[in-house]
């Protein structure tokens, strides 16, 4: 059973911070990772991917990934109100016909004026 | 783009009545779509995965006769919720793998009321 591992949180942050939020995953062979933003009653949207280790960043987001420790996080910088949602991650193991994107059960944000 | 639509968006429907609900890829093929289920306050929970041109695989513990699954072409799956019940109010919500970044791409999914 591939696993990924989320904080279910609420993680509560004051507007204006970084939120910090962390994934682990089981598979070692796991080569995509993605995180999903979704708001309350809204189905989920994909807010960034990343293949390689290091840091990947996007406007106030970075993706981190560490495979030798099997762990991918997102950073928001500057956190905002708006930012306040569930965040999910997901990782594809296998391929072809064998394909599987798995979900962590996510982490809910809140951002707090 | 990775554009994903669902159709309707709300439906309430009596006990005993089926409903059909249309997922559709506007600016890929979707060789694969998968569906979920999501209840208030809960996690997604894959119901099936739907590949083009064959049967549905369905998860653990989904009735496949009670939600049928027909992806007939590479851009179009639905989900036909047979004689839905009260318990089968939720929010069901599709997704399609390719798109710009080989992921799935979600639907916008579609609120379901059963009286």
């Known amino acids: 059973q591939k696993e990924v591992e989320q904080n279910s949180g609420p993680l509560s942050v004051p507007e204006g911070a970084i939120a910090s939020l962390n994934c682990t995953y089981s598979?070692?062979?796991?080569?995509?990772f993605f995180w999903y933003r979704q708001y309350s009653g809204k189905s989920p949207e994909l807010i960034m991917f990343?293949?390689?280790?290091g840091d990947k960043e996007d406007g106030r987001f970075t993706a981190q990934l560490n495979k030798a420790s099997q762990y991918v996080s997102l950073l928001i910088r500057d956190s905002q109100p708006s930012d306040s949602a569930t965040y999910l991650c997901?990782?594809?193991?296998?391929?072809?016909?064998?394909?599987?994107?798995?979900f962590g059960k996510g982490t809910l944000l809140t951002v707090n004026p | 783009g990775a554009v994903v639509s669902q159709h309707p968006s709300r439906v309430i429907c009596k006990s005993g009545t089926s409903v059909k609900i249309e997922c559709r890829s506007l600016?890929?093929?979707?060789?694969?779509m998968f569906w979920y289920r999501q209840f208030p306050k809960q996690s997604l929970m894959l119901m099936a995965t739907?590949?083009?041109?064959?049967?549905?695989?369905?998860e653990q513990g989904v009735e496949k006769d009670k939600f049928l699954i027909n992806h007939a072409s590479l851009t179009l799956s639905t989900l036909t919720v047979t004689s839905a019940h009260p318990e089968d109010s939720s929010f069901y919500i599709c997704?399609?793998?390719?798109?710009?970044?080989?992921?799935?791409?979600f639907g916008p999914g579609t609120r379901l009321t059963v009286l």
């Open positions: 997704s399609a793998f390719g798109g710009a970044v080989d992921t799935q791409y």
């Open positions: 997901a990782v594809i193991h296998g391929g072809g016909s064998n394909y599987k994107l798995t």
């Open positions: 990343i293949y390689s280790n």
């Open positions: 739907s590949n083009e041109g064959s049967k549905a695989t369905y």
């Open positions: 598979d070692r062979g796991s080569q995509s």
């Open positions: 600016d890929f093929q979707a060789t694969t």
